[in-house]
Structures are given as C-alpha cells and as structure tokens.
C-alpha cells in the first residue's frame, strides 16, 4: 500500500490546515489509519487513528477538540482536519495504514506496515 500524504504548509498561530492521506490501494477501506507526527529532535507521537469502518476514532489526549480524523472511502483518502495551530504543532505529519492493527495497539508507530512519506507542518507564533 503506497500513501501520500499532502497539505502541509506554513501558517499562523491560530490558523487551520487539512492534511490528506492518499492512496490507489482498492482495499484501502478494510485499513486502519493512523496519523502521527514528529517534531525536530522529538520522537514521533501519535496524532489520532480512524479505524477501516470509520466508526471509531482515537486522539491523544492534548489533541482532542482541535484535530478531527476522518475518511472518505469512497476516495481512498483519510484526512486530518487541524484547527487552532500552534507553534507546538510544527512537525512533519505522517500517516501511516494497517489492515491488522488491533484496538490496544492503534498510537503505536511499530503497528503500522505502510507509511506515507510525510508532510511539513510549521506554525509560526
């Protein structure tokens, strides 16, 4: 499964971005997506998950209300809608897919096969 991720960019404190995880994969509904990010000189952490029925979503916890995941199958595409950046938000973006990850392994990196190759998200304050 190839993803690309897109819609990074540079914004301000405050602003909102949309990031896209794309792919061509006709199975792309039966996966679990997962976006995380890394910060420099940070380790990567997750973002927030959606799982392939779209009927539960997941967030870390400092994330919640500001970041919305969601997926249109339809379009093979997941999205990470990021409202009300920070300057703490700047980081690159990855989203990453899983046909086997289980409920109590969702925020972890090592879960996940397939990768995007990242997106540049910076918020200047």
């Known amino acids: 499964v190839q993803l690309q991720a897109s819609g990074g960019g540079l914004v301000q404190a405050g602003d909102s971005l949309r990031l896209s995880c794309a792919t061509s994969e006709r199975t792309f509904r039966g996966y679990s997506v997962a976006w995380f990010r890394q910060a420099p000189g940070k380790e990567r952490e997750f973002v927030a998950a959606i799982r392939w029925n779209a009927r539960n979503t997941h967030y870390a916890d400092s994330l919640k209300g500001r970041f919305t995941v969601s997926r249109d199958n339809t379009e093979n595409t997941v999205y990470l809608q990021m409202n009300s950046l920070k300057s703490d938000d700047t980081a690159v973006y990855y989203c990453?897919?899983?046909?086997?990850?289980?409920?109590?392994?969702?925020?972890?990196?090592?879960?996940?096969?397939?990768w995007g190759q990242g997106t540049l998200v910076t918020v200047s304050s």
């Open positions: 990453a897919a899983s046909a086997t990850v289980i409920l109590s392994n969702l925020r972890v990196p090592s879960a996940y096969g397939f």
